[in-house]
Protein backbone atom coordinates (compact mmCIF):
# COMPACT_ATOMS: atom_id res chain seq x y z
CA UNK A 1 0.00 0.00 0.00
CA UNK A 2 2.83 2.18 0.27
CA UNK A 3 4.88 2.26 -2.50
CA UNK A 4 1.01 2.40 -4.38
CA UNK A 5 0.79 5.82 -2.29
CA UNK A 6 4.27 7.17 -2.98
CA UNK A 7 4.08 6.28 -6.86
CA UNK A 8 0.80 8.52 -7.10
CA UNK A 9 2.50 11.29 -5.38
CA UNK A 10 5.19 11.04 -7.42
CA UNK A 11 3.08 10.56 -10.76
CA UNK A 12 1.17 13.57 -9.11
CA UNK A 13 4.43 15.62 -8.83
CA UNK A 14 5.68 14.47 -12.63
CA UNK A 15 2.23 15.88 -13.39
CA UNK A 16 2.38 19.40 -11.76
CA UNK A 17 5.84 20.13 -12.76
CA UNK A 18 4.89 19.78 -16.90
CA UNK A 19 1.59 22.08 -15.77
CA UNK A 20 3.69 24.88 -14.56
CA UNK A 21 6.53 24.44 -17.24
CA UNK A 22 4.61 24.69 -20.41
CA UNK A 23 3.09 28.19 -22.19
CA UNK A 24 -0.87 28.28 -21.69
CA UNK A 25 -2.50 28.46 -25.02
CA UNK A 26 -5.35 31.48 -24.77
CA UNK A 27 -8.72 32.13 -27.04
CA UNK A 28 -8.16 35.60 -29.17
CA UNK A 29 -11.67 36.64 -30.24
CA UNK A 30 -13.03 38.86 -32.45
CA UNK A 31 -14.46 42.27 -31.48
CA UNK A 32 -16.66 42.79 -34.28
CA UNK A 33 -17.85 40.45 -36.95
CA UNK A 34 -18.24 40.79 -40.91
CA UNK A 35 -16.38 39.08 -43.58
CA UNK A 36 -12.78 37.90 -42.88
CA UNK A 37 -10.11 39.62 -45.76
CA UNK A 38 -7.01 38.69 -43.78
CA UNK A 39 -5.32 36.55 -40.87
CA UNK A 40 -2.41 35.92 -39.45
CA UNK A 41 -0.75 32.39 -39.88
CA UNK A 42 -0.01 29.85 -37.24
CA UNK A 43 3.15 30.06 -36.19
CA UNK A 44 3.68 34.01 -36.61
CA UNK A 45 4.61 35.97 -33.41
CA UNK A 46 2.96 38.66 -31.87
CA UNK A 47 2.87 41.15 -29.77
CA UNK A 48 -0.05 42.93 -27.48
CA UNK A 49 -2.33 45.04 -30.28
CA UNK A 50 -1.12 43.28 -33.09
CA UNK A 51 -3.72 42.48 -35.37
CA UNK A 52 -5.12 38.72 -35.99
CA UNK A 53 -7.78 39.37 -38.45
CA UNK A 54 -9.48 42.00 -40.38
CA UNK A 55 -12.90 41.84 -41.70
CA UNK A 56 -14.39 44.04 -44.65
CA UNK A 57 -15.90 47.31 -43.46
CA UNK A 58 -19.00 49.06 -44.49
CA UNK A 59 -17.20 51.92 -45.96
CA UNK A 60 -15.35 49.29 -48.09
CA UNK A 61 -12.13 49.01 -46.67
CA UNK A 62 -10.89 46.99 -43.85
CA UNK A 63 -11.80 46.91 -40.40
CA UNK A 64 -8.99 45.22 -37.29
CA UNK A 65 -11.82 42.59 -36.36
CA UNK A 66 -9.10 40.95 -33.32
CA UNK A 67 -6.12 41.89 -31.85
CA UNK A 68 -3.34 40.35 -29.51
CA UNK A 69 -4.05 41.23 -26.13
CA UNK A 70 -0.89 39.07 -24.94
CA UNK A 71 2.91 38.38 -26.68
CA UNK A 72 3.02 35.11 -27.89
CA UNK A 73 2.84 32.77 -30.71
CA UNK A 74 0.20 32.04 -33.16
CA UNK A 75 -0.91 27.78 -32.71
CA UNK A 76 -4.03 27.82 -34.86
CA UNK A 77 -5.99 30.29 -37.02
CA UNK A 78 -9.65 29.08 -36.59
CA UNK A 79 -10.76 31.27 -39.04
CA UNK A 80 -10.21 31.79 -42.84
CA UNK A 81 -10.65 34.46 -45.53
CA UNK A 82 -14.08 34.32 -47.16
CA UNK A 83 -15.58 33.38 -44.07
CA UNK A 84 -18.29 35.98 -41.69
CA UNK A 85 -17.62 35.88 -38.07
CA UNK A 86 -19.67 38.02 -35.42
CA UNK A 87 -17.77 39.46 -32.06
CA UNK A 88 -17.33 37.19 -30.08
CA UNK A 89 -16.21 34.58 -32.31
CA UNK A 90 -12.89 32.90 -31.67
CA UNK A 91 -10.34 33.61 -34.60
CA UNK A 92 -7.07 32.68 -33.01
CA UNK A 93 -5.22 30.33 -30.26
CA UNK A 94 -2.00 32.21 -28.93
CA UNK A 95 0.39 30.29 -27.06
CA UNK A 96 1.46 32.82 -24.04
CA UNK A 97 5.71 34.14 -23.80
Not at 43 to 53: A, F, M
Request: hydrophobic fraction near 50%; charge should be positive.
Amino acid sequence: MRKVALAAGLAFLVFLIWLLGRNPVENATAVIGGEVTWTVRPGDEVTEGSELVRVAALSGGEAVAARARWRGVVRETRVAPGERITSGTVVARIEKK
